[in-house]
């Protein structure tokens, strides 16, 4: 019942820019983050937000760079992506908990839902 479904990847130039959608159903969610991983690499937090979007993180990959915003009416987050470079090619995951008081900056453990994952490749 509970769903996260990621679109928007896709191969882009570097320079270039994309848009990932995280389109949930099921339930919704005090806090949603973004995750990328690239093969043998370890995931990694990009962004998260809380639901009323009252506090949002950016880790150093995607400061300046990526921007997290989410329309609850459609319980959908978005994650505009600018200035890509080869090196952010990897698969992009969305995740999301219902847990209460969590840590903006928390990892993959605090998440309970995930999304089957997207793949951005950027091109040199």
């Known amino acids: 019942q509970v769903q996260l479904v990621e679109s928007g990847g896709g191969l882009v130039q570097a320079g270039g820019s994309l848009t990932l959608s995280c389109a949930a159903s099921g339930r919704t969610f005090s806090q949603t983050g973004w995750f990328r991983q690239a093969p043998g690499k370890e995931r990694a937090l990009l962004v998260a937000i809380t639901w009323s979007a009252s506090t949002v993180y950016y880790g150093d990959t995607a400061k300046g760079r990526f921007t997290v915003s989410k329309d609850n009416t459609k319980n959908t987050v978005y994650l505009q992506m600018n200035s890509l470079q080869p090196e952010d090619t990897a698969v992009y995951y969305c995740?999301?908990?219902?847990?209460?008081?969590?840590?903006?900056?928390?990892?993959?453990?605090?998440?309970?839902?995930w999304g089957q994952g997207t793949q951005v490749t950027v091109s040199s």
């Open positions: 995740a999301a908990t219902s847990r209460l008081g969590s840590d903006i900056r928390s990892g993959p453990g605090n998440y309970d839902y």
